[in-house]
C-alpha cells in the first residue's frame, strides 16, 4: 500500500459539499481484496474494534486495503470527538490504484488521521503492534489545539444557522463572516466595530471605575497603588477586608479577595505585583461573584461564579477529591471544554492554608473547601445561570456600564449577595468590565439553561434576514468561460457595483488588476471575497481549483456552465472522458442557492442535463427556440434566451425582451457564433442578477472585445489590409468554434499559425489539426515554449499527421519559435487575406502582433 497524493478540499468539491481530504491509493495485487489476506480484519479489528464497517455503501464487492485505510481515517476522527461522517472509496481506471475522500472537521485533524490510519493498516499486514489509546490521543490533543473554541465557535454556529458565510482568518479566533464589502470580523468575543479606546478603558480597572462612578454605576471605592507603603496606605485607609488585584490583569490572574490580615495583604500584593507594577486597593464587597454578558446594548446572559472547590466526604483527602472532581468529562484544561480542571498549585496551596488544610487533609461530611480566592472558570470555577432572576435596574447598570466604556460585547463582573435587588439597596457594585470576554459559563453551565449567546452576538452584526452575502457568479465549462466572465463582469460594473473578477488573466477587483497569471482557482476566489471593496464577484471556475481544493466559496447566486467538450486536459487527474469532465463541472450547479439560477447551454445535452441537480431555477439558453429542450423549458414558464434573426431574445412565458446583435459588438453583428452564445450565457446570468434591460444594453453595446478588454479572445487586427485574429483557443472544440466563425468572414486567402501543449492526448492533438485543414490555406506550425514532458519535435509531428488528409491546405511550414510563426505569417500577408494566430504566451504574443501591425501603419505614408 502505498499513499502517493493527498488533496485537502476546502470547498465544495467532486464528492461532496463537506471539507474532505482526498488521497490517491496505490495497492498491489494481493491487497485489492483483503479477503485474500487471511487474518488481516481479524487482527485490524482487534487493533482498532471500533473501525465500523469496511466497506462503502452500495458496494458489494470484497474491500481492498484503500477501503479499510478510509475506514479507518473516518473512524479514528469519531473516536476522538470530531463530528465526521462521510467516506468515500472509487477505483481509478488504473488497475491497483482507489481514491478515497474522507471528511474532516480541522485540516490538521484529518492529515494525522489518515497519517495514523495509513501505520494501523500495516500494523494490521505485518501483525505488529498499534497503539490505539495513543493514536486518539494524539487526535484529541491535536483538535483541541487547532479547533475554535467555545465561544468563537458558539458565534461560528449562529452565524452558520443563518446561512451566513465564514472564514476562518487565522489559526487562532480571527473570524470573517459574509463577503466582501458586507463583511464583518471577530476576534473571539469581540467585534470588528469594537475601538481600541474601548479595549484599552477595559483594561484599565481604576480608569474603568472612575468612567463608571461618574455616571452614577455603583462601583467599590478604593484607589491606583505603585508601591507596598502606598498599597499599605491604602489598605489601613479603607478598612479591612479589601481586594487586591493588578491594574490591566485579567482571568483573575494576581486577584486577592476578603484581605483581612497585614499579613494576608503582604501576600496578596506580591501576587498582584508579579502580574502588574500598577496595583488597585478596593473595598471589598461582600456577596456572590456574578458575570453579566451585554450584547449589542442588551442583556443576554447572567451567571453566578463559584470559586473552585470540593465538598467533603470524611472519607477523601482533598487531593482525592479533586481528582473525582476532574473526571467531570466537561472538564478540561483551557478554555476548549465548558469547564476547567482544578489545579493544586501554590494559590490551592495558600486557600488551604488559610483553613488549616492540606492537600492530604480529610474534610469532614459535607464540609465545603475553597481551593481559590476567585471564581473564574479558568481556575477551575463553576458557573449557575441566573438570566431569569436578573432585577430590571442591575441589568440596567450592566448596560450603562459596558456602553460608557465603549464595548459591544462585553462581560460585567457584578458583586451582590442578590442579583433580584438593586445594587444601591444591597450595597453591591460593579467591579470589572471585561472586553472579549469568554462565552463558555452561558453556553455550558454548570447548571441551569444555557443562553443563546452566540446568536445574540450574530444578531449585532447582521440584522434579521441579512446572511452578509454578495452575489456570486460561477462560469465554468470547457470554451467561452473567460469571455463571459468579463462580460458579466462589465454588465455588473454598469449599475455601479464594484466588481471582483477571477479568470485564467488574473485577479480584478473594481476594474484594478490585483494579481496576474491563472487565478481560476479556489484561492483567488476567496481573495476577492475577503476584499472590503467588492460588491459582486465574478469568478472562473476551471477544473484545476475544483479538483484542488474544491470551490472557495460554499454556494453561488449564478452558475453559467458555457458548454462541455473535449477540453485541454482529458486524460489527466482521471479525468479521461467527457462525462468525467461534465461531472466535475456540475459542482458549480450543484451549490447554487435555493433561491438562485443556473444559467445552461439548452443545446449542449450533457450540459442540459445539469438542470435536474440545481438547487434553484434554470434559465437555459440555445441560438434555436425551436430546441425541444428549450422550447419545453419556455412552455413550462421558465426563463430561456435564444437568437431570433437580428437579436438575441429573453423570454420567459408571455415577457420577452430583445437586444439587437448590431448592438452586440461582441458577436461582430452576429457573425461569430460562440461570442453570440456567450453573450447569451451572460443575458441570461444578468438577468438572473436583477440588471435592468436598459443597463444591460448599455453595457453590452459598450463591451469591446480587444486585446487590453479580453486578451487572446478573437482579438481582430487589421495588418496592411489583411485581418489577423489573435486567439488563445487551444482545444479541438475551441479550434472547431473559430474554424466555423472565420469561415464566415470573407478573405482571399487563409493562413493559421499554430502549436499545442505537449500534456495534451496525441488524439486531441492531431484532431486540431485535421479541423484547419480544411479550411486554411497554409499552416504555419511552430514548436510552444513549454513541451510539458514531450521530445523536441514531437507535438509538431502530431500535428503534421493531422493535416494528412486535408482537403483544403497547400502548404505547410515548421518553425521554431512563436514569434518567427507570427512574422513568417504576417510578412506573407496581402490586402483580403486573414490570419488565425493561436497564441501561446497571450500577453506577449499580442504586444508583439500590435507591434508589428503600429509599424505597419507607420510605414503607410512613406509609401504612399
Given at each position: 500500500?502505498?499513499?502517493?497524493?493527498?488533496?485537502?478540499?476546502?470547498?465544495?468539491?467532486?464528492?461532496?459539499?463537506?471539507t474532505?481530504?482526498?488521497?490517491?491509493?496505490?495497492?498491489?495485487?494481493?491487497?485489492?481484496?483483503?479477503?485474500?489476506?487471511?487474518?488481516?480484519?481479524?487482527?485490524?479489528?482487534?487493533?482498532?474494534?471500533?473501525?465500523?464497517?469496511?466497506?462503502?455503501?452500495?458496494?458489494?464487492?470484497?474491500?481492498?486495503?484503500?477501503?479499510?485505510?478510509?475506514?479507518?481515517?473516518?473512524?479514528?476522527?469519531?473516536?476522538?470527538?470530531?463530528?465526521?461522517?462521510?467516506?468515500?472509496?472509487?477505483?481509478?481506471?488504473?488497475?491497483?490504484?482507489w481514491?478515497?475522500?474522507?471528511?474532516?472537521?480541522?485540516?490538521?485533524?484529518?492529515?494525522?488521521?489518515?497519517?495514523?490510519?495509513?501505520?494501523?493498516c500495516?500494523?494490521?499486514?505485518?501483525?505488529?503492534?498499534?497503539d490505539?489509546?495513543?493514536?486518539?490521543?494524539?487526535?484529541?490533543?491535536?483538535?483541541?489545539?487547532?479547533?475554535?473554541?467555545?465561544?468563537?465557535?458558539?458565534?461560528?454556529?449562529?452565524?452558520?444557522?443563518?446561512?451566513?458565510?465564514?472564514?476562518?482568518?487565522?489559526?487562532?479566533?480571527?473570524?470573517?463572516?459574509?463577503?466582501?464589502?458586507?463583511?464583518?470580523r471577530?476576534?473571539?468575543?469581540?467585534?470588528?466595530?469594537?475601538?481600541?479606546?474601548?479595549?484599552?478603558?477595559?483594561?484599565d480597572?481604576?480608569?474603568?471605575?472612575?468612567?463608571?462612578?461618574?455616571?452614577?454605576?455603583?462601583?467599590?471605592?478604593?484607589?491606583?497603588?505603585?508601591?507596598?507603603?502606598?498599597?499599605?496606605?491604602?489598605?489601613?485607609?479603607?478598612?479591612?477586608?479589601?481586594?487586591v488585584?493588578?491594574?490591566?490583569g485579567?482571568q483573575?490572574?494576581?486577584?486577592?479577595?476578603?484581605?483581612?490580615?497585614?499579613?494576608?495583604?503582604?501576600?496578596?500584593?506580591?501576587?498582584?505585583?508579579e502580574?502588574?507594577?500598577?496595583?488597585?486597593?478596593?473595598?471589598?464587597?461582600p456577596?456572590?461573584?456574578?458575570?453579566?454578558?451585554?450584547?449589542?446594548?442588551?442583556?443576554?446572559?447572567?451567571?453566578?461564579?463559584?470559586?473552585?472547590?470540593v465538598?467533603?466526604?470524611?472519607?477523601?483527602?482533598?487531593?482525592?477529591?479533586?481528582?473525582?472532581?476532574?473526571?467531570?468529562?466537561?472538564?478540561?484544561?483551557?478554555?476548549?471544554?465548558?469547564?476547567?480542571?482544578?489545579?493544586?498549585?501554590?494559590?490551592a496551596l495558600?486557600?488551604?492554608?488559610?483553613?488549616?488544610?492540606?492537600?492530604?487533609?480529610?474534610?469532614?461530611?459535607?464540609?465545603?473547601?475553597?481551593?481559590?480566592?476567585?471564581?473564574?472558570?479558568?481556575?477551575?470555577?463553576?458557573?449557575?445561570?441566573?438570566?431569569?432572576?436578573?432585577?430590571?435596574?442591575?441589568?440596567?447598570?450592566?448596560?450603562?456600564?459596558?456602553?460608557?466604556?465603549?464595548?459591544?460585547?462585553?462581560?460585567?463582573?457584578?458583586?451582590?449577595?442578590?442579583?433580584?435587588?438593586?445594587?444601591?439597596?444591597?450595597?453591591?457594585?460593579?467591579?470589572?468590565?471585561?472586553?472579549a470576554?469568554?462565552?463558555?459559563?452561558?453556553?455550558a453551565?454548570?447548571?441551569?439553561?444555557?443562553?443563546?449567546?452566540g446568536?445574540?452576538?450574530?444578531?449585532?452584526?447582521?440584522?434579521?434576514?441579512d446572511?452578509?452575502?454578495?452575489?456570486?457568479?460561477?462560469?465554468?465549462?470547457?470554451?467561452?468561460?473567460?469571455?463571459?466572465?468579463?462580460?458579466?463582469?462589465?454588465?455588473?460594473?454598469?449599475?455601479?457595483?464594484?466588481?471582483?473578477?477571477?479568470?485564467?488573466?488574473?485577479?480584478?477587483?473594481?476594474?484594478?488588476?490585483?494579481d496576474?497569471?491563472?487565478?481560476?482557482?479556489?484561492?483567488?476566489?476567496?481573495?476577492?471575497l475577503?476584499?472590503?471593496?467588492?460588491?459582486?464577484?465574478?469568478?472562473?471556475?476551471?477544473?484545476?481549483?475544483?479538483?484542488?481544493?474544491?470551490?472557495?466559496?460554499?454556494?453561488?447566486?449564478?452558475?453559467?456552465?458555457?458548454?462541455?467538450?473535449?477540453?485541454?486536459?482529458?486524460?489527466?487527474?482521471?479525468?479521461?472522458?467527457?462525462e468525467?469532465?461534465?461531472?466535475?463541472?456540475?459542482?458549480?450547479?450543484?451549490?447554487?442557492?435555493?433561491?438562485?439560477?443556473?444559467?445552461?447551454?439548452?443545446?449542449?445535452?450533457?450540459?442540459?442535463?445539469?438542470?435536474?441537480?440545481?438547487?434553484?431555477?434554470?434559465?437555459?439558453?440555445?441560438?434555436?427556440?425551436?430546441?425541444?429542450?428549450?422550447?419545453?423549458?419556455?412552455?413550462?414558464?421558465?426563463?430561456?434566451?435564444?437568437?431570433?434573426?437580428?437579436?438575441?431574445?429573453?423570454?420567459?412565458?408571455?415577457?420577452?425582451?430583445?437586444?439587437?446583435?448590431?448592438?452586440?459588438?461582441?458577436?461582430?453583428?452576429?457573425?461569430?457564433?460562440?461570442?453570440?452564445?456567450?453573450?447569451?450565457?451572460?443575458?441570461?446570468?444578468?438577468?438572473?442578477?436583477?440588471?435592468?434591460?436598459?443597463?444591460?444594453?448599455?453595457?453590452?453595446?459598450?463591451?469591446?472585445?480587444?486585446?487590453?478588454?479580453?486578451?487572446?479572445?478573437?482579438?481582430?487586427?487589421?495588418?496592411?489590409?489583411?485581418?489577423?485574429?489573435?486567439?488563445?483557443g487551444?482545444?479541438p472544440?475551441?479550434?472547431?468554434?473559430?474554424?466555423?466563425?472565420?469561415?464566415?468572414?470573407?478573405?482571399?486567402?487563409?493562413?493559421?499559425?499554430?502549436?499545442?501543449?505537449?500534456?495534451?492526448?496525441?488524439?486531441?492533438?492531431?484532431?486540431?489539426?485535421?479541423?484547419?485543414?480544411g479550411?486554411?490555406?497554409?499552416?504555419?506550425?511552430?514548436?510552444?515554449?513549454?513541451?510539458?514532458?514531450?521530445?523536441?519535435?514531437?507535438?509538431v509531428?502530431?500535428?503534421?499527421?493531422?493535416?494528412?488528409?486535408?482537403?483544403?491546405?497547400?502548404?505547410?511550414?515548421?518553425?521554431?519559435?512563436?514569434?518567427?510563426?507570427?512574422?513568417?505569417?504576417?510578412?506573407?500577408?496581402?490586402?483580403?487575406?486573414?490570419?488565425?494566430?493561436?497564441?501561446?504566451?497571450?500577453?506577449?504574443?499580442?504586444a508583439?502582433?500590435a507591434?508589428?501591425?503600429?509599424?505597419?501603419?507607420?510605414a503607410?505614408?512613406?509609401?504612399?
Amino acid at each position: 500500500m502505498n499513499v502517493t497524493r493527498i488533496r485537502i478540499l476546502r470547498g465544495p468539491n467532486l464528492w461532496t459539499r463537506r471539507t474532505v481530504i482526498e488521497a490517491i491509493v496505490e495497492c498491489d495485487a494481493a491487497e485489492a481484496r483483503i479477503d485474500g489476506i487471511e487474518g488481516f480484519e481479524a487482527r485490524l479489528r482487534a487493533r482498532f474494534p471500533g473501525i465500523g464497517p469496511l466497506q462503502t455503501p452500495g458496494n458489494a464487492e470484497a474491500p481492498s486495503i484503500a477501503h479499510v485505510l478510509a475506514a479507518a481515517a473516518l473512524a479514528l476522527q469519531v473516536e476522538a470527538g470530531c463530528a465526521a461522517s462521510f467516506v468515500h472509496v472509487t477505483s481509478a481506471p488504473e488497475n491497483g490504484i482507489w481514491r478515497i475522500a474522507v471528511e474532516y472537521t480541522e485540516e490538521p485533524v484529518g492529515r494525522l488521521a489518515i497519517e495514523l490510519a495509513e501505520a494501523l493498516c500495516r500494523a494490521a499486514l505485518a501483525d505488529t503492534a498499534f497503539d490505539l489509546d495513543a493514536a486518539l490521543a494524539r487526535l484529541r490533543e491535536l483538535d483541541e489545539d487547532v479547533r475554535l473554541g467555545p465561544s468563537t465557535g458558539s458565534i461560528v454556529q449562529a452565524a452558520v444557522a443563518r446561512g451566513i458565510p465564514y472564514r476562518r482568518l487565522t489559526d487562532g479566533s480571527l473570524v470573517q463572516f459574509g463577503w466582501g464589502s458586507r463583511q464583518r470580523r471577530i476576534q473571539a468575543a469581540e467585534i470588528d466595530a469594537t475601538s481600541a479606546i474601548a479595549e484599552q478603558i477595559a483594561q484599565d480597572k481604576e480608569l474603568t471605575k472612575r468612567l463608571l462612578s461618574a455616571v452614577g454605576v455603583p462601583v467599590p471605592g478604593g484607589r491606583a497603588v505603585d508601591c507596598f507603603d502606598d498599597a499599605l496606605t491604602a489598605f489601613e485607609t479603607l478598612g479591612a477586608p479589601v481586594v487586591v488585584k493588578p491594574r490591566d490583569g485579567n482571568q483573575g490572574k494576581g486577584v486577592s479577595v476578603n484581605v483581612e490580615t497585614r499579613a494576608h495583604f503582604e501576600a496578596a500584593w506580591a501576587a498582584a505585583n508579579e502580574i502588574s507594577s500598577d496595583v488597585i486597593v478596593e473595598r471589598f464587597l461582600p456577596g456572590h461573584d456574578f458575570r453579566a454578558l451585554v450584547v449589542g446594548g442588551q442583556l443576554v446572559a447572567v451567571a453566578r461564579r463559584d470559586p473552585a472547590h470540593v465538598i467533603g466526604d470524611g472519607v477523601h483527602s482533598v487531593r482525592e477529591l479533586v481528582d473525582q472532581v476532574n473526571l467531570d468529562p466537561r472538564r478540561g484544561e483551557g478554555h476548549a471544554t465548558p469547564l476547567t480542571r482544578i489545579r493544586i498549585d501554590e494559590v490551592a496551596l495558600t486557600q488551604l492554608a488559610k483553613h488549616g488544610l492540606t492537600p492530604e487533609a480529610v474534610p469532614a461530611l459535607g464540609a465545603r473547601v475553597p481551593l481559590r480566592h476567585n471564581a473564574n472558570l479558568s481556575t477551575g470555577g463553576t458557573a449557575t445561570d441566573v438570566t431569569d432572576d436578573v432585577h430590571p435596574e442591575v441589568a440596567a447598570r450592566a448596560v450603562e456600564a459596558a456602553q460608557t466604556v465603549g464595548l459591544h460585547i462585553c462581560g460585567v463582573d457584578i458583586v451582590c449577595e442578590d442579583i433580584g435587588r438593586p445594587l444601591e439597596q444591597q450595597g453591591g457594585g460593579i467591579v470589572e468590565v471585561n472586553a472579549a470576554p469568554g462565552l463558555r459559563m452561558h453556553l455550558a453551565p454548570s447548571y441551569g439553561k444555557a443562553r443563546p449567546v452566540g446568536e445574540a452576538v450574530v444578531g449585532t452584526l447582521f440584522a434579521e434576514g441579512d446572511d452578509g452575502r454578495i452575489p456570486v457568479v460561477a462560469v465554468t465549462g470547457t470554451n467561452g468561460k473567460t469571455t463571459t466572465v468579463r462580460l458579466i463582469s462589465h454588465l455588473l460594473g454598469t449599475t455601479g457595483a464594484r466588481v471582483g473578477m477571477t479568470n485564467t488573466d488574473g485577479v480584478f477587483v473594481d476594474g484594478h488588476c490585483t494579481d496576474t497569471g491563472d487565478c481560476s482557482g479556489p484561492r483567488s476566489a476567496r481573495n476577492v471575497l475577503m476584499h472590503p471593496h467588492v460588491d459582486a464577484a465574478v469568478f472562473e471556475t476551471a477544473r484545476g481549483g475544483l479538483l484542488r481544493e474544491g470551490l472557495g466559496f460554499d454556494r453561488c447566486k449564478v452558475a453559467v456552465v458555457t458548454n462541455i467538450g473535449l477540453g485541454d486536459h482529458l486524460g489527466l487527474n482521471y479525468i479521461t472522458t467527457v462525462e468525467d469532465l461534465a461531472v466535475l463541472k456540475r459542482v458549480a450547479v450543484q451549490n447554487v442557492a435555493p433561491d438562485g439560477t443556473a444559467v445552461l447551454n439548452a443545446a449542449d445535452p450533457i450540459v442540459a442535463a445539469m438542470a435536474a441537480i440545481c438547487p434553484g431555477s434554470v434559465t437555459f439558453f440555445a441560438a434555436s427556440a425551436q430546441l425541444p429542450t428549450l422550447a419545453t423549458h419556455r412552455a413550462q414558464g421558465h426563463r430561456v434566451v435564444y437568437v431570433d434573426g437580428d437579436a438575441i431574445v429573453a423570454a420567459q412565458g408571455d415577457f420577452e425582451q430583445r437586444i439587437a446583435l448590431r448592438d452586440i459588438p461582441l458577436t461582430r453583428g452576429g457573425t461569430v457564433a460562440f461570442q453570440v452564445e456567450n453573450a447569451m450565457a451572460a443575458v441570461g446570468a444578468a438577468w438572473a442578477l436583477g440588471i435592468g434591460w436598459h443597463a444591460l444594453r448599455a453595457g453590452m453595446r459598450s463591451f469591446v472585445n480587444d486585446a487590453q478588454t479580453v486578451p487572446g479572445r478573437f482579438n481582430v487586427f487589421d495588418h496592411r489590409g489583411a485581418t489577423v485574429i489573435a486567439d488563445y483557443g487551444h482545444n479541438p472544440d475551441a479550434i472547431a468554434a473559430l474554424t466555423q466563425a472565420v469561415e464566415a468572414m470573407p478573405a482571399r486567402r487563409r493562413f493559421v499559425v499554430i502549436s499545442a501543449a505537449g500534456d495534451r492526448r496525441d488524439e486531441d492533438i492531431r484532431l486540431q489539426t485535421e479541423i484547419l485543414g480544411g479550411a486554411f490555406d497554409e499552416v504555419i506550425l511552430y514548436e510552444d515554449q513549454c513541451q510539458r514532458g514531450r521530445c523536441d519535435g514531437e507535438v509538431v509531428a502530431l500535428l503534421r499527421q493531422g493535416l494528412a488528409d486535408a482537403t483544403r491546405t497547400s502548404r505547410v511550414q515548421e518553425l521554431r519559435g512563436e514569434f518567427l510563426a507570427i512574422d513568417t505569417a504576417l510578412d506573407a500577408l496581402e490586402p483580403g487575406d486573414l490570419c488565425l494566430v493561436l497564441i501561446d504566451q497571450v500577453e506577449e504574443a499580442l504586444a508583439h502582433i500590435a507591434s508589428r501591425v503600429a509599424l505597419a501603419r507607420a510605414a503607410l505614408p512613406l509609401a504612399a
